[in-house]
């Protein structure tokens, strides 16, 4: 079987090479991991960015809280492993783990002595997410491929009922996180050529994969 | 372990990537001289590629055929008359008066310099190699041609034997006193040379645009920016490029497959 099969160019990255075009991308860009109203965060920085607290009535000047996430590891169709139930990687698809820190500044009572400062409340979540490719093509060689959560898992919170308050609150914040997160066609075709986009991007034996023709 | 990026291109593709590298190798330049008979001829020379056919052949062989060499060439020749030369001896003639003499008279002829301007193309067909490099930082991939295949040259050095012949009528016609003497001078400096002769510069300058012939079909910077910076703060994002290598994969397509890790 060949390669490009029937169309003339194939681009593809694997398993490995999203992984490590993930880790230089969040390494040069960290504050793409960490959020954080003040007084976790006080400015936005190469390091971390700026939110604004949860505005709630008569708590003055809103809640404060963090999001923390290590940066995500990447695992292609066909899974490595097997994957906590229910979660089920089909072909096209990948999964997505990180842990992500959730950090409340929890308000110290009145009456005790540090009252009016707020205390740090942290909790780390081990996070799996399914996720599927997509592409944003403009032109020959130009376009890239990011990525979409489609359901998140987060083991061992009860209630169901706060587990799926939890997961979609994650959900959201990967789809968030993600939609800025881009490989360009540059480091899937390494400018090899200048792809014209007929195909992809699909997932199969652990990769990424485009097809097209080239100018 | 699996390679991390794989790029590859079937023969249609691959047509389209040869001839970007031709583009981009542009016109090359040389000077030298060569013999032409007993003349020494300097030149200078240009040469370009265009079109060609490839044919991918595992495992690393790039077989492009008609690949079309556009040269051209000016010649400068310098042709020592001096086999013109002569001298009109001294005659005395006795009279009544005395003897009268005429003066000894001689001709000297000078070298003259003939350019000869000529510009054709040629057809190659040859088996290249791939080359993968690591050079200064940046990865290269050539196509680098194996031999030097026979250039057929047989009716490129016709023309260029009656552009000599021309450009060396036109140079004499400008030599003072050499009227009477024009066809013998013709006739003696071209039949001082003659198409094996030509074949053989015009061979021994084309080699030197052929021999080593390499076409750049993919360079990268090992270190290079995937995603520009946006200030204030969005640094700019880099990746290493460890390896790569490069050939040909036959299956029920042959492609040019080049694979690289991150």
């Known amino acids: 079987m060949s390669l490009t099969g029937t169309h003339h160019a194939l681009a593809s990255i694997d398993e490995h090479g999203v992984n490590a075009a993930l880790h230089a991308f969040f390494t040069a860009r960290p504050h793409y991991l960490h959020y954080g109203s003040p007084p976790f965060v006080t400015a936005s920085s190469t390091t971390e960015t700026q939110i604004s607290p949860i505005a709630f009535p008569g708590v003055g000047g809103g809640i404060s809280y963090a999001i923390d996430l290590t940066i995500p590891v990447v695992d292609l169709y066909p899974p490595d492993g097997p994957l906590p139930t229910p979660l089920v990687l089909d072909p096209g698809q990948l999964s997505l783990t990180t842990t992500v820190t959730i950090t409340i500044g929890c308000a110290v009572a009145k009456g005790t002595e540090n009252r009016g400062t707020v205390q740090p409340v942290s909790t780390k979540l081990k996070v799996v997410a399914i996720a599927h490719p997509t592409s944003v093509y403009f032109s020959p060689g130009v376009g890239h491929v990011t990525f979409h959560v489609d359901e998140v898992l987060i083991p061992d919170i009860e209630p169901v009922s706060l587990r799926s308050v939890v997961d979609c609150l994650i959900e959201m914040i990967l789809n968030g996180l993600l939609s800025s997160v881009q490989l360009p066609f540059d480091i899937i075709d390494v400018d090899f050529f200048k792809i014209i986009l007929e195909e992809g991007p699909t997932i199969a034996d652990n990769q990424i994969e485009l097809w097209g023709d080239i100018t | ?262």
């Open chain 2, 1 to 262: 372990m699996a390679t991390d990026i794989i790029a590859a291109i079937d023969q249609t593709a691959a047509n389209t990537v040869l001839h970007a590298a031709e583009s981009a190798l542009g016109t090359l330049s040389k000077t030298g001289t060569g013999s032409l008979g007993p003349f020494i001829a300097g030149w200078k020379a240009s040469a370009s590629f265009t079109g060609g056919s490839v044919a991918l052949e595992a495992p690393d062989t790039v077989s492009i055929d008609h690949l079309r060499v556009n040269y051209s060439l000016n010649l400068k020749l310098g042709i020592d008359l001096s086999f013109l030369d002569f001298c009109i001896p001294q005659v005395c003639i006795w009279t009544p008066w005395g003897t009268l003499c005429t003066p000894t008279i001689c001709v000297t002829f000078p070298t003259i310099s003939v350019t000869v301007p000529f510009s054709t193309s040629l057809d190659l067909s040859a088996n290249f190699g791939i080359l993968v490099k690591l050079t200064g930082g940046t990865w290269i991939v050539d196509v680098v041609i194996q031999s030097v295949p026979t250039l057929d040259l047989g009716a490129a050095a016709t023309l260029l034997l009656t552009a000599i012949g021309a450009a060396i009528s036109l140079a004499l016609l400008a030599v003072p006193f050499i009227g009477p003497f024009l066809s013998i001078a013709a006739a003696v400096i071209t039949a001082a040379f003659g198409i094996a002769e030509v074949t053989g510069l015009l061979g021994s300058i084309l080699t030197l645009f052929v021999s080593g012939l390499t076409f750049k079909v993919w360079t990268h910077a090992q270190t290079f920016q995937v995603l520009p910076a946006s200030p204030p703060f969005t640094p700019a994002v880099h990746v290493l490029v460890t390896s790569v290598t490069a050939g040909v994969r036959a299956t029920t397509k042959n492609e040019l497959v080049l694979s690289v890790d991150i």
